[in-house]
Antibody
Framework: QVQLEESGGGVVQPGGSLRLSCAAS????????MHWVRQAPGKGLEWVAV????????YYTDSVKGRLTISRDNSKNTLYLQMNSLRGDDTAVYYC?????????????????WGQGTLVTVSS | EIVLTQSPATLSLSPGERATLSCRAS??????LAWYQQKPGQAPRLLIY???NRATGIPARFSGSGSGTDFTLTISSLEPEDYAVYYC??????????FGPGTTVDIK
């Protein structure tokens, strides 16, 4: 049974930092590209970042470049999102997501694995 | 960057009616488009991938069509559980793997 379980969300002041984790089980995590997707309260989905299966390549949406860092530890089947210099518009539910079968594509929709999401609130 | 626009923003229909949702890309994305359904408090769920392929376990009343810049999601006969927000997403040119702004299907 596939599971993606996010943790690490909470309330943080503007300019602060937070690290999100996503523990994966039930599939071959080490062969799949992994994504973070976020959703601000009452708003639509926003793709945030993706990391290759081995962690060697990462890509980001422009608004988070230089502040958010995606990484992974395949020995622990865990995906991370280090969040620095946080701003109010980073307030959102953050989902980890896998949409790759391990084909080498970063996203081909061969599978559809989502976590339950973790809420990050940036507020003073 | 490819921009996706969805129309209408809200669609108010009765159970049993046909729903037609549109997604338009700012440039050609071939057939590299997916449709997701999201209900309140839940993660999105993949319905259609590569424009017209139903994902595993998705009922036949959901269908997708289109290529290039214009795409359509059709729900042939609305069931009570279909009232939700629907998003399109592209994987043709990235990053980013952009989503559209969403269409809300609500009960008339």
């Amino acid at each position: 049974q596939v599971q993606l379980e996010e943790s690490g969300g909470g309330v943080v002041q503007p300019g602060g930092s937070l690290r999100l984790s996503c523990a994966a089980s039930g599939f071959t995590f080490s062969t799949r590209a992994m994504h973070w997707v976020r959703q601000a309260p009452g708003k639509g989905l926003e793709w945030v970042a993706v990391i290759s299966y081995d962690g060697s390549n990462t890509y980001y949406t422009d608004s988070v470049k230089g502040r958010l860092t995606i990484s992974r530890d395949n020995s622990k089947n865990t995906l991370y999102l280090q969040m620095n210099s946080l701003r109010g518009d980073d307030t959102a539910v953050y989902y980890c997501y896998c949409g790759s079968t391990g084909s080498g594509y970063y996203l081909e929709w061969g599978v559809d694995y989502w976590g339950q999401g973790t809420l990050v609130t940036v507020s003073s | 960057e490819i921009v996706l626009t969805q129309s209408p923003a809200t669609l108010s229909l009765s159970p049993g009616e046909r729903a037609t949702l549109s997604c338009r890309a700012s440039q050609s994305i071939s057939s590299y488009l997916a449709w997701y359904q999201q209900k309140p408090g839940q993660a999105p769920r993949l319905l259609i991938y590569d424009a017209s392929n139903r994902a595993t376990g998705i009922p036949a009343r959901f269908s997708g069509s289109g290529s290039g810049t214009d795409f359509t999601l059709t729900i042939s006969s609305l069931e009570p559980e279909d009232y939700a927000v629907y998003y399109c997403q592209q994987r043709s040119s990235w990053p980013p793997f952009n989503f559209g702004p969403g269409t809300t299907v609500d009960i008339k």
